[in-house]
Every structure is written in structure tokens, then in C-alpha cells.
């Protein structure tokens, strides 16, 4: 079987150095299972890796891709006939922009039948990145602010949801003005448009000087060094993006 796959075999400009390759498959191993692509998504994670950012430990040639859905259409084993037909996540073996993933059977995760494949496709990173960021590293309290960047990006609207399930308060800073009312909609108590408001100010504003109790960075630069100056003294800042290119000033 041939089918068709996304890799990088040098860092550079992702449009530049992924290239399509044609790659073949004539058996499977007893512990392996071929999974069929459905659908991928592009994560900021998954391109700044092909730029060289985490070169140290990246190996190349390396197919692109880190999460996405798929069906299993081959086991290696009959006792793993049953995957067959299965909507699964391929997941820490090779990349996802391929036409077929094949990996060990036992490490797929089977995707209950009442979840679409478009939400599927993006359960893995974005939104465990979120819930442990929220659930586990970062202790927040009813009253308790969580200052966020990139606010209307994919992460940051799961953030506005884990505030309304978890309870705490969430400030979204965004950079254009249409995305305001659809993130209030969605229930961030406040949204900072940075093009047009000074950031430090409107938080010092909305919790009376006090600062956030935590705040999460995923751009860097001078954008994420005022998330950081908006913490209260024994806060919590995350930084998990780096969508500017450049560090916060540390």
C-alpha cells in the first residue's frame, strides 16, 4: 500500500522545507494497527518545531504533525480485530499529516462514537494543555483572576471554558475588536484589546490594583512580559507559546 506523507528533512520556514513524500507499506507487524487519516489540524506547536525552535530534540527526517483522528482499517493480530472500523487518536509514535499513520495497537485511543471528528482531531493538545494547566499547576479560587493572551485562538477560548466550569474569573487580551463580543458571549467576564487599551492599566483597573492571581503567556515578547507585570506578588505565570518568535524578558 503507498499513501502520501507531510515530512521535513531540514529546519527551516515550513512552507519552505516540508515537502510530500510517497511512502509504501507491504505488512504489518502483529503488534501494529493502520490507521486511515481523516482529519489534522495546524497547531502553532505543531510548525514551530519544523523552524528548529526544539532542534535538540527533534531528529530528522521527521513527518509532521502532532495530533489528529483517524480509522483503523488493518490490525496486525486477530485478537485486535475489534479495533477495526474504530474512530481513534494515533498518537506518540509518527506524525498525522500522513495519508495513513501505522502504529502499535495499544497505544490508540479509542474516540467515543457521540464525538465528532473535527472535534476529535483537536482533543489532544490544546485542550489537556488547558485542563492541567488549570486543574493541576495553577490553583485558583472563586474571586481569583486568570489573565490570558491570544484570547481568541483555540486555547484560549477552552481557557474562557475551564473558567466557567472550574469557577474562577478570566481576562482575555486580544488585538482586534471583533472578537470582544464573541468572547463575552462565550463568558470571559472581561476582554483587553491591546491595539487600543494598555493592558497593564485596564487589569490594575479591573482588580482595583491588586494584580491577577495567574496569568498565561503564548505569544512572548513584550506581550507577554506585561502578562507577567500584571501578576500579584505570589502569583503564578505560565508562558507556553512563543507565537511572536521571541522570549518574554525573563
Known sequence: ????????SEFGQPEI???EMDRRISHLEEDEALVEMVMAPINPSDLIPVTGAYAHRISLPNTAGYEGVGIVKEVGKAEDQSLVGKMVLPLREEGTWQEVVVMK?????????????????QSYINPITAWLLCAREI???????LLVNAGNSSIGKIF??????LGFKIISVVRNEQYREPLKKLGADYVINSKIEN???AVMTITEGKGVQAAIDMIGSSAGTT??????NGGDFRTIG??????VDW
Do not use: W
Open 1 to 8: 500500500m503507498s499513501y502520501k506523507s507531510l515530512y521535513y
Open 17 to 19: 522545507v516540508i515537502q
Open 105 to 121: 495497537a495499544s497505544q490508540l485511543i479509542i474516540v467515543p462514537e457521540t464525538i465528532d471528528y473535527r472535534i476529535a482531531c
Open 139 to 145: 490553583t485558583l479560587k472563586k474571586q481569583d483572576f
Open 160 to 165: 474562557i471554558q475551564l473558567a466557567n466550569i
Open 199 to 201: 493592558v497593564f492599566d
Open 227 to 232: 502578562l507577567a507585570r500584571c501578576v500579584t
Open 242 to 247: 512563543l507565537l511572536s518568535g521571541y522570549q
